[in-house]
């Protein structure tokens, strides 16, 4: 590769510079050449977290610079990958798997099938990847170690779509959520502000909030799944 790689080509050109690039860095520098996928776990924790700061900063910018260092950890993992000696695979292998996936899962662009609008485009796709991955539950695939209030948006989100509704009775709470909803003001700072008291409050009480959540979300998900098995033999005992 020469040292100044051609400014302008084709779309993708870079990304094989990229790859060449980090090709000679495992190849001949020491740092690089003594790194796992194990070690390199928290450098793609951190630039995960600082692609979401760009973003939410509206720094276009920064957001393009942040990217390029999460690539550069997708891009590496896949270069110590290649490595094993058992099972090998690369970054071509890599895209090879997203792009049928794109493919599979998008079959009113690529197929014959028709959708009405976006929310039908996410209900098949969900659909496609149940089937695909032979999960039995909404719930079941979601990552447990998110950060627990995306955790929790996601299996909320995921419950509700499967026809499970956060009622009293589910929640078992004896709370009107009407009424709590009323206490607080249901925007971006009324919302925020009444999580930041509810940290506090668990602070003073020497409680981690992020632990309490989790364990409720985990209970949670037991119950989703509880209430999908409860419809399902419903389903059968009236046919």
């Not at 990217?67 to 990958?81: E, N, S, T, Y």
């Not at 998008?106 to 098949?124: I, L, S, T, Y």
């Not at 008291?197 to 985990?218: F, K, N």
Request: proline share 4%; aromatic share 4%.
């Amino acid at each position: 590769m020469s040292e100044q790689p051609e400014a302008h080509g084709p779309t993708g050109s870079r990304l094989l510079d990229l790859v060449e690039v980090m090709d000679r860095l495992r190849t001949h520098c020491p740092w690089d050449q003594r790194q796992t996928h194990e070690s390199l776990v928290t450098y793609l924790v951190e630039e995960t977290y600082e692609v979401l700061e760009a973003a939410e900063t509206g720094d276009r910018e920064h957001l393009r610079e942040e990217l390029g260092d999460l690539l550069l950890q997708i891009v590496f993992h896949a270069r110590i990958a290649a490595e094993d000696p058992d099972a090998p695979w690369d970054i071509d292998d890599v895209a090879a798997g997203i792009v049928d996936k794109l493919v599979r899962r998008h079959p009113h662009v690529f197929g014959g099938a028709v959708v009405a609008d976006a929310a039908e485009v996410e209900a098949n796709w969900e659909q496609l990847k149940a089937a695909e991955k032979q999960r039995s539950s909404a719930v079941d695939g979601v990552p447990i170690g998110l950060p627990a209030l995306t955790l929790a948006a996601k299996l909320l989100h995921r419950a509700e779509r499967a026809g499970v509704t956060c009622d009293r009775q589910l929640m078992k709470e004896d709370r009107d959520p009407a009424v709590e909803a009323a206490e607080i003001h249901l925007d971006s700072e009324g919302v925020g502000a009444a999580l930041f008291e509810i940290v506090a409050l668990a602070s003073r009480a020497g409680v981690d909030a992020e632990q309490a959540l989790r364990a409720r979300l985990r209970a949670f998900a037991d119950e989703v799944r509880a209430a999908e098995r409860s419809t399902t033999a419903d389903d059968a005992a009236s046919r």
